[in-house]
């Protein structure tokens, strides 16, 4: 497919609507998760930490053990063909979430979607590095990234209104179902461009790399190493309130699951495309003079977002708080596009797919992972030290047991929402670190960067 490239305009336009389209209905089916947990907590009497495995720790997991290899497929195989099986296998199983009736079948279902999904990222910032050129890159990812904004708002908004007036269950299956009509799209009418093309660079089409080869020459990078850690740091500040904001404001606030997934939705789609689309012009504007803009916007972006979330969860009311979270997104998501830009600039053609994974697999496992499932134990614990021991036993799923009196079921209610809040504020210490490691790594951007000297076979 790689011959019949021809790199015109509407060839890579194409290509990014069609990406577009299917990081939508991936973060969509993700954010549905976030939207309906409330219903699936008490439905299936869940705890916070159990809601933040099955959107959490059981899709990080096996995304990111997956994402080798695939991304080692990903330099010599087909990277179109490879997403279109991706958006197919994460469809069924997302699909198949909707017919879960209990727990551990929710989390073999998620731990599914996390294995389709992880042949998403690898290989299409490798064909972004291939269609546009290093100053280009940004604002492409950007475009791309706007999925992580439409997309959590459709599956917020869509997701509280099904489970509001049908079932959690219908929400899962309406947002899954579109992704097998994407999957033979990407199959049929995306083409491969040659590797290196927008580089002008010349390769070698038939040698690899070795791993300890690609890993020895990304590893050697300091600064690298350093976006590793901040693009990880911005994972875990953003998905960690975005996975709990809907919950958030129903116990808070005494929202329904249709007005807490609309109120979500709406800052997901404006904060999350002013930050993605801000944050990635901005940065690669000033960097045509300086490439360590890709370094310094996210550095200030996701330094402002920290107090921002704190304001927003300490708010006694509830306009404050969506203003805070609106304005926080804003900032934090300034990392997502220039972050991801500045990783593939720093690789060699066929280590592209391999340096996303790298980058990936420290975002996804902290990010998606790690930090969602923390939040969710520190909700548990703080939840029970409000309500004075025993919450779990007296509130499964944050309700008072039937028949209990009407001033245990207020406890119960306060004492979840003081839980999560505190939770919340507690993820935000992790910002720092992130803004730190951005700063470190604009120290050594510009001589760590790719030079069409080094290897590119």
Known sequence: MARDFKGTTGERGWFLAVMLAVNLFAYADRMVVGAVAQAMKVDLGLSDKQIALLNGFAFALFYSMLGLPIARAAERASRTRIIAVAVFVWSIFATLSGLAGSFVQLLLFRVG??????????????????????GQRARAIAIIGLGGAI????GAIGGGYIAQNGSWREAFIVIGLPGLLLAPIVWFTLREPPRGW????????TAHPGILETFGTLLRKPAFIAIMIAGAVGSFATNVVQQFT?????RTFGLGLGHAGLLLGG???GAVTIGLL??????DARAKKDRRWLMWVPAIGVGLSGPLYLAALSAGELEFAVAGLFLAAVGAFTYYGTTIAAVQDMAPPRMRASASFLFGFAMILLGSGLGPVVTGALSDHFA??????????????????????????????????????RALMWSQLAIPVGV???LIAARTFRQDSYAPTEITA
Do not use: Q, W
């Open 113 to 134: 979607v996390g294995v389709g999904e992880a042949g998403f990222n690898p290989p299409v910032a490798s064909l972004v590095s291939d269609l546009y050129r290093a």
């Open 151 to 154: 997309g959590p708002a459709m």
């Open 198 to 205: 927008a580089d002008n660079a010349a390769h070698d089409a």
């Open 246 to 250: 809907s919950p958030f404001l129903v």
């Open 267 to 269: 800052i997901s789609a």
């Open 278 to 283: 801000g944050g990635g012009a901005i940065a």
């Open 384 to 421: 029970d030290v409000a309500f004075g021991g025993d919450f779990g036993a007296t509130c499964p799923g944050g309700k008072a047991i039937a028949g209990s009196t009407a001033a245990i079921a207020a406890a119960c209610r306060s004492a979840s929402a003081i839980g999560l809040t």
């Open 436 to 438: 730190i490691a951005y």
